[in-house]
T-cell receptor, first 114, second 114 residues
Framework: DTAVSQTPKYLVTQMGNDKSIKCEQN?????MYWYKQDSKKFLKIMFS???????INETVPNRFSPKSPDKAHLNLHINSLELGDSAVYFC?????????????FGPGTRLTVT | AQSVTQLGSHVSVSEGALVLLRCNYS??????LFWYVQYPNQGLQLLLK??????LVKGINGFEAEFKKSETSFHLTKPSAHMSDAAEYFC????????????FGAGTRLFVKA
């Protein structure tokens, strides 16, 4: 029944580890996003995919690699985790690519790197 | 490049009082504007949006916002605050060109006092 779901909800790991966050949407949307929200609640886009094609690739370290196996899924893999990667990561989707579409957000994954 | 400024990182009102959350944007072309709300430990959800047409936009939970081009503003209001309105509110603008990237403001935390 959940529109946009993310797993895991919480992720605690040590520096240098590799971790993945999974996202799935059952809304039939074509476009999906990854956002990072820092401790001050600032929300910044990282990536966007439309029908499995990367369309937005912001300036993020190449340790972050998104992957979209199909248009309902967008995963985020992070290599060699650093303390500064600690944040809440949100997945979102929208019906299509366009400036007038609102986005539907998942519940977030709180990543803590120790 | 477009940007969004939310005046006041924290706003406190009494229950039943008027809620006014301020948002100003900068854009070289007419923007698409959004307000999202984030309740604690949840993802963002859309309150309302302005695309074209009527400049006074009504949203969910009794909120409304008015697009004022001359003032480059899109302030959010609600006549009477309820305890359940306590949350973080984000103003956002989507660029009309390029990868249709959504830029979020820094957020305003609304506190409602009994």
């Amino acid at each position: 029944d959940t529109a946009v779901s993310q797993t895991p909800k919480y992720l605690v790991t040590q520096m240098g580890n590799d971790k993945s966050i999974k996202c799935e949407q059952n809304l039939g949307h074509d476009t999906m996003y990854w956002y990072k929200q820092d401790s001050k609640k600032f929300l910044k886009i990282m990536f966007s995919y439309n029908n499995k094609e990367l369309i937005i690739n912001e300036t993020v370290p190449n340790r972050f690699s998104p992957k979209s196996p199909d248009k309902a899924h967008l995963n985020l893999h992070i290599n060699s985790l650093e303390l500064g990667d600690s944040a809440v990561y949100f997945c979102a989707s929208s019906p299509a690519t366009g400036p007038y579409y609102e986005q539907y957000f998942g519940p977030g994954t709180r990543l803590t790197v120790t | 490049a477009q940007s969004v400024t939310q005046l006041g990182s924290h706003v406190s009102v009494s229950e039943g009082a008027l809620v006014l959350l301020r948002c100003n944007y900068s854009s070289s072309v007419p923007p698409y504007l959004f307000w999202y709300v984030q309740y604690p430990n949840q993802g963002l959800q859309l309150l309302l949006k302005y695309t074209t047409g009527a400049t006074l936009v009504k949203g969910i939970n009794g909120f409304e916002a008015e697009f004022k081009k001359s003032e480059t503003s899109f302030h959010l209001t609600k006549p009477s605050a309820h305890m359940s309105d306590a949350a973080e509110y984000f103003c956002a603008v989507t660029e009309r060109t390029g990868g249709f990237k959504t830029i979020f403001g820094a957020g305003t935390r609304l506190f409602v006092k009994a």
